[in-house]
């Protein structure tokens, strides 16, 4: 069993930075996340493989990094130049399967382990 705990999130004016993390409480082959706005539908945000494979959803491509301390099973995402459209709740997934180099995907059935959500705001 993993446990994942999000943290970071808050509220922003368009055009800022913020960062969500999660520390997950043990070993993890892909993690990702995911975000979910009020009426819409969850969507893959960007995922990282432990073989260091990365894939970001073109909406966040260009402004938003991921970054990973293996040592301490822990993913940050640094959201920079945020929008509006941002405003979501952000969601980390992880798992533990290995799946082959760059097979981390924004398939959600494929993550068993889910945080609780931090949420996200940006203002205009």
């Known amino acids: 069993q993993v446990q994942l705990v999000e943290s970071g999130g808050g509220s922003v004016q368009a055009g800022g930075s913020l960062s969500v993390t999660c520390a997950a409480s043990?070993?993890?082959?892909?993690m990702a996340w995911f975000r979910q706005a009020p009426g819409k539908e969850r969507e893959g945000v960007v995922t990282f493989g432990n073989d260091g494979s990365t894939k970001y959803a073109d909406s966040v491509r260009g402004r938003f990094a991921i970054s990973k301390d293996g040592a301490e099973n822990k993913m940050t995402l640094q959201m920079n130049t945020l929008k509006p459209e941002d405003t979501a709740m952000y969601y980390c997934a992880a798992d533990q399967r290995w799946r082959g180099w760059g097979r981390c995907d924004f398939v959600e059935y494929e993550y068993k382990y889910w945080g609780q959500g931090t949420q996200v705001t940006v203002s205009s």
């Open positions: 043990a070993y993890t082959y892909c």
